[in-house]
């Protein structure tokens, strides 16, 4: 059964860099064809897709954050990665990972404040 968890800073400073990872379980980025995604929700707001990598490793943004966002994996740890760059506090919000779309993780808590 497949998993995913993510870790990361709770709080981080504004215009600092916001890094957060996804550690997988029961499945491997090369082998099977999924793809990898990172979503988020803000207070009160509903979910917003921040991007995704497929399984050729080829990256997807969304054209509201593509400057300030990379996605990257490490295939030796079963990990993939997020980096937010230049954060303020309408970054705050709820941070997922998610497995093509149906299997999600719990979701890391991140708070912009100085």
């Known amino acids: 059964q497949v998993r995913l968890q993510e870790s990361g800073p709770g709080l981080v400073k504004p215009s600092q860099t916001l890094s957060l990872t996804c550690t997988v379980s029961?499945?491997?980025?090369?082998?099977?064809?999924?793809?990898w995604s990172w979503s988020r929700q803000p207070p009160g707001k509903g979910l917003e897709w921040i991007g995704a990598?497929?399984?050729?490793?080829?990256?997807y943004y969304s054209p509201a954050l593509k400057s300030r966002t990379s996605i990257s994996r490490d295939t030796s740890k079963n990990q993939f990665t997020l980096q937010l760059n230049s954060v303020t506090s309408e970054d705050t919000a709820v941070y997922y990972c998610a497995r093509d779309y149906t299997t999600w993780g719990q979701g890391t808590q991140v708070t912009v404040s100085s």
């Open positions: 029961g499945d491997s980025f090369t082998t099977n064809y999924y793809s």
């Open positions: 990598m497929a399984f050729s490793g080829t990256t």
